[in-house]
């Protein structure tokens, strides 16, 4: 009977920590999500050193309570998993482990600035969260339309870097090393400031024919953003369109069907009227 | 008799100030328009140090005319509205008493800029007016289209913010406070304003992997622009397709007609009118 | 019979003038479009100091020869018009009066500078040529969409700028005229230039407070931009798509049918099959 | 035998070099752009002076190893070409004698830096490489739309440099020398950069009609971005869907049919396979 209780025990814990339609799982969700986000403030204004100088102690306790805290949720959610080999190695599990893992390394290795500011990546937590509630279909949405315009845009970001790699060169020579572009890198990195319109100013050309060279990669600029969002419009009309056909061929089982479909595009059976 | 005369009496004020429809009531909305415009440019020039000192004297005379007149027509609403109170908790309730209530404080409280800054809302006060003309259909299909893409959009900001966190404290690691990069803070400050494209370049990396990093989150953001506008512009469509495709042939129950059709585009039968 | 010629002759005149498909119509407008980019150039690089300095002379003369022919040419639009009086009043007959006068009266009236850029307006009579040409139909699609989708930008551009007006106010009392928002115009100009993601640098926000608004801004500016696209992207698309229906109805002669109609929308006449 | 084994040969060598559905025509392409990728690295890094201090020799060596690489493939390109002319001619013919030539010509004419820049068009070389995959369908698709839309693309490039002459002029009139305007090319220059939302912070206008106007050119260019965008966007959506409605039933001749098609949607019967 207790190891029958054990059991329910873990999977009552497993569908409180891995689930979210139940109270107490809604409640746990809730919990986490309100310690990522003092644990990622905390980081932040530790960052800063007037704010460090007055509230140190604070930023120091609140970090040790939440760590201690993401500690045991890591424990509850390696023992409550169904394969832990699984929960370990994956994207989430790896997240989870720097949640915590850089604070209890600062007191062996002091001073790695960099160690710390590891744990920033717990805003990455957060979309574990929404992945459980309804928010998950428009994410997938979003997934699946990027996913089938990789192709082109990959292509279309070869096509940016090659532009930006050959008018880098251009302006270096153009402009020379004494108008700021002393490298083919720092001309790329003057491009890539350019065409996606950013724009700093720390470089910019000064020369007649540079100012020219840069005006008409401007225009190119300003005129090939649409391109990405063509694409990506095109894909997601069409995510959005097909996601309208939720009848399923009564022969075959199949979804995916147009909504003026009245056979089955897959074994030819008719389907039921809406 | 009386009693009937001032009820009607309150009937037609309530007309004029509710409506667009009657040429009072379009002369009510006009003459409204017209004193805010004037006191949003009074409130705006009088923070000119330079206008004021040769203007003031005006501006202090407008000001005082419009805010009485604002005053007076608050009270009209007020009276006339046919549920008093909820026309005082409402949001242009709100605004229209922000919109005269300032000017009465600063002479308790003389002094506070911030006060006599409130005035600007007044500026919100022409939507109200733009409620009752023919731009309302347009209004709302723009909300309806923003409403139904809501969650999309949360998702994308929410994405947003994560990649600047990440990004900002990573380049406040690589480029250190010598560089401007002086908090995590300020690295994520730095990060939006890289990954919208604003590049102000009072931050600007410095450092080789720092200009490597921005580049990189320069070309996604020029990049990911594509995701709200392919958002918005899918919703927007079909909100814009749904409206013009509402008759129903009554002979041959065909749909998709077009808003100017008086026929059936299918078998030729006459098509109700609207 | 010479009162037929000259007729006849200002008739020719007529086609080659105010039509391209004739040979000599085609020369004209070559000619034509040939002189106005290099007088464009002309006043450009005459406003260069080292260029005067040197070519000074070439581009006096080169400025008359143009100004002489241009006036020419408009002698001889206003004779060959059909209506010389609609010519005269016209936004291209103004443009081509604008082409010539300036120079004539640089003679009378020297030194004001601000005449001879009008001169610079002469960049707009190319449009007039590519008005006859086969760019029209292009012309006209974008047209149509811009003006069919003209309410929602209207409510866009007004939502656009009663955002930058209070955003605009709130940082001139944030920031204060010692980070450079000296007065509200001036926090609005700051405003447009972050929201529009111009971002030049010149006023940036220095505190923190202003940073997190400037961040909030930022961002929403990046993400509106997807209003006016999709607002666009849609009327565009629709406009393109009924662009293929080039079927007349054969008993009402009235076209705009849609490419399945088998009916007249109008009439309720049958179409011929395409 | 001879003649026919070396023309075997060289077919098989063709096979290797321009096609890539064979074991060694991938292995071909894999060392050839590992090569073009390590070439451009050392181009770009020899920019550095002080990589070049340190690393120079290094750099020397590597680009002669592949320089001689390149001409003994461009060598092969030649002789295995079906029709060697007009490989010769060809636009990758040209990149290809490009990628190597300057190199040579460095050791007789010392000293030209362009000469050296040139070999970073060795970039476009990879887009040769990328012809023979998968990739060719989607960077068609990305080709066809933008000619369909080419006309109207050059409609609105011309709309925008219209604009920004005649506003670059005003602001050269308006703020003149002192803030920068120097000349009208200058104003041009200050109006792509503030059109196109780049925004450097070079030239930024002082005074408040200054101001004034570039604030309407700002939220002019946020908008317009919008034409282009629906323009391709656009012509996008009718590419994409067009790819994928080529079936047509044989049973009841509709068309419409989903490219995992297998039976028609409207009457069940077999659709043809493809």
Redesign the interface.
């Known amino acids: 009977m207790e190891a029958g209780n054990q059991l329910s025990f873990k999977e009552r814990l497993n569908k409180i920590i891995f689930e979210a339609d139940t109270p107490s799982g809604k409640a746990f969700d809730i919990i986490l999500i309100v310690s990522i986000v003092i644990s990622?403030l905390v980081?932040?204004?530790d960052?800063?050193?007037s704010y460090r100088a007055v509230y140190g102690d604070w930023f120091f306790k609140i970090e040790w309570v939440i760590t201690i805290l993401f500690t045991f949720e890591y424990i509850l959610r390696l023992t409550t998993a169904e394969r832990s080999r699984g929960y370990i190695f994956s994207f989430y599990g790896f997240v989870d482990l720097l949640s915590f893992l850089p604070t209890y390394l600062s007191l062996l290795i002091p001073g790695t600035?960099?160690f710390l500011?590891i744990r920033?990546?717990r805003?990455?937590r957060?979309?574990r969260v929404?992945k459980f509630t309804?928010?998950i279909v428009?994410?997938d949405?979003?997934r699946n339309?990027?996913a089938s315009s990789r192709?082109?845009?990959?292509?279309?970001?070869?096509t940016?870097?090659?532009i930006t790699?050959?008018v880098g060169?251009?302006m270096?020579?153009i402009e020379g090393p004494e108008n700021g572009f002393?490298?083919?890198?720092?001309g790329?990195?003057w491009a890539?400031?350019?065409?996606?319109?950013?724009?700093?100013?720390?470089i910019?050309p000064q020369t007649?024919l540079g100012?020219m060279v840069?005006?008409i990669i401007?225009?190119l600029?300003?005129?090939i953003?649409?391109?990405?969002?063509?694409?990506?419009?095109?894909?997601?009309?069409?995510v959005?369109r097909d996601k309208q056909t939720t009848k399923t061929c009564p022969h075959c089982s199949k979804e995916g069907?147009?909504s003026?479909?009245?056979?089955?595009?897959?074994?030819?059976?008719?389907l039921n009227p809406e």
Chains 1, 2, 3, 4 share one sequence.
């Open positions: 990622v980081v932040m204004l960052s800063v050193s600035q960099f500011v920033i990546l805003v990455l957060v979309f929404l309804r928010y428009e994410a949405q979003l339309a990027l192709r082109k845009i990959i292509i279309f970001v070869y940016v870097i090659t790699v050959i060169s251009l270096h020579v002393t490298s083919i890198p720092r790329i990195y890539i400031v350019t065409l996606t319109t950013v724009g700093y100013g720390d910019s007649n100012q840069s005006a401007m225009i600029g300003y005129g953003i649409a391109i990405p969002t063509g694409i990506f419009t095109a894909e997601f009309s069409r959005n069907h147009d003026d479909a009245e056979y089955c595009k897959y074994c030819g059976g008719k």
